[in-house]
């Protein structure tokens, strides 16, 4: 390949774009697919609910980022803090002795928002990071309570915990097919909580049932003494969304209470608003957890943060005389991050967002519940801005197109063409919209649905 120009103009045409574009790994994605032109969709600008590509066309955001523009884009207020905190201090770490007035507030404010005892927080750029950093504090924790054997992590076929290294040891076994693990051993994944494809005759509280003996006889195989945790999102999101049954997250943590294995929940995507409150543990799914990660919309997107928020019995132990707390990154904390945070949280209380999405929120619901009366919509699940359809070929057995046909892409490809951009998962449609939803845009994404599904449909084979 020529080495590239060095030309960097912002007015680009489409076509400069993705020539220079040919030099950037994109993630999550099948790079012989990308070499095809018209697979990469450049995105210049965003406003609100909306985002704009190359070409000028203007799309709702369905999947708002990447599950992370909670309060829209282009939102005055964060981009004016950012900047004030770049005028007043640009860069400095929270490592050693080191702190700065912006991390110590927004601290201050995560420990005020977060339920029960969770008052001590530690910031990294990503859910990944933020994840990780869990599992590394649980097992110094362990270390330094003199049970260094008590290191094991329960998770669930389904889950998204991140990429690096250790997050996806603990994601689902498919995301990484013909990729490495390093953490070969560490991780169990217990039975996804997938009651469309899992649950087969059983009730909803047989299914619970079911799940919960998956995960006593885990503890029981592996024993409680070389378990240090149970990591699960409160509602399953690259996974498919998966919602578990009523209940599960009460009767895990007190499965896992009972034997003495720390709970983390990871709101990356949860938190701030997309269920209808700043933390979905507590306030819709009745448990406080050990340990909350979370990132994505901490920032609504403005800038890379994430928090992984611990108790006061786990800072405890690791804060003890004698201790070294031995992890962190060069951003932990980044001045202008911490000051979108702050401003973002700002804003979601000031129009008290996270309330107009339990109204708001319930309207989407429903607007795509009703897209299940369609021929290959097999499921309609999740709750608020976090909602996935599933495709089939026949909705009494459940049968899926085979991959090759990949019905959820065909869909999000005939969306995109009509103004929306939803993220196709296999034979799954994603949505995770903004936030700031009104009623209006709720139907235009359901009638965009709608047609889209209805388009692709005729081409399917019979
Ligand atoms: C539930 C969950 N946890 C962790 C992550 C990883 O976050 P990041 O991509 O910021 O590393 C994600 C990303 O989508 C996620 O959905």
């Not at 912006?102 to 530690?122: D, Q």
């Not at 079911?210 to 996974?239: Q, R, V, Y």
């Not at 296999?426 to 235009?444: A, E, F, H, K, R």
Request: proline fraction near 3%.
């Amino acid at each position: 390949m020529n080495k590239p120009s060095t030309n960097l103009s912002t007015e680009l045409s489409t076509d400069d774009i993705l020539t220079k574009d040919t030099h950037l790994i994109q993630s999550f994605a099948n790079l012989d697919g990308l070499k095809q032109r018209d697979a990469r969709t450049a995105i210049v600008a965003a406003k609100g609910a909306y985002v704009t590509d190359s070409d000028g066309n203007q799309m709702i955001d369905g999947i708002g980022g990447l599950w992370c523009v909670n309060v829209g884009h282009g939102r005055q207020e964060i981009i004016d803090a950012i900047t004030q905190q770049l005028q007043t201090l640009d860069y400095y770490s929270t490592f050693y002795n080191f702190t700065h007035p912006t991390a110590a507030a927004l601290a201050e404010k995560l420990a005020s928002l977060a339920p029960g005892n969770l008052n001590h927080v530690h910031f990294a750029n990503s859910g990944s990071v933020a994840n990780d950093t869990a599992i590394r504090m649980l097992h110094h924790y362990n270390n330094r309570l003199g049970r260094p054997g008590k290191k094991k992590i329960l998770s669930r076929v389904g889950a998204y915990h991140g990429s690096t290294h250790l997050a996806m040891a603990m994601t689902t076994p498919a995301y990484s097919d013909g990729w490495d693990t390093a953490a070969d051993g560490l991780v169990h994944h217990l039975r996804a909580p997938y009651a469309y494809r899992e649950a087969g005759e059983m009730t909803e509280a047989e299914f619970l049932e079911a799940l919960a003996d998956d995960m006593t006889t885990a503890i029981h195989d592996i024993g409680a003494e070389n378990i240090a945790a149970f990591i699960a999102e409160p509602i399953m999101g690259a996974g498919g969304i998966l919602v578990a049954p009523d209940g599960y997250h009460q009767r895990m943590r007190q499965i896992t209470a009972d034997h003495d294995i720390k709970y983390i929940s990871d709101e990356v995507v949860t938190a701030f608003g997309r269920l209808g409150h700043m933390f979905a543990s507590k306030n819709v799914f009745a448990i406080e957890p050990d340990i909350i990660t979370t990132a994505k919309g901490l920032t609504s997107g403005y800038q890379p943060l994430s928090a992984t928020i611990i108790s006061d019995d786990i800072y405890e132990v690791i804060s003890q005389p004698g201790a070294m707390f031995l992890h962190g990154m060069t951003y932990s904390g980044h001045p202008a991050a911490a000051a979108a945070a702050l401003a973002n949280i700002a804003l979601l209380e000031r129009d008290e967002i996270p309330q107009r999405v339990r109204t708001t929120g319930k309207v989407f619901e429903n607007a795509l519940r009703g897209l299940g009366d369609l021929d290959i919509v097999g499921d309609v699940r999740g709750s608020h801005f976090m909602m996935g359809i599933e495709f089939v070929k026949d909705k009494a057995t459940r049968e899926t197109y085979c991959d090759t046909i990949n019905v959820g892409l065909q869909v999000a490809q005939a969306a995109q063409a009509r103004g929306l951009i939803a993220r196709p998962l296999g034979n799954i449609l994603i949505l995770s919209p903004t936030l700031i939803m009104d009623d209006d845009q709720i139907g235009q994404i359901a009638t965009i649905l709608r047609e889209s599904i209805l388009a692709v449909m005729d081409g399917l084979p019979k």
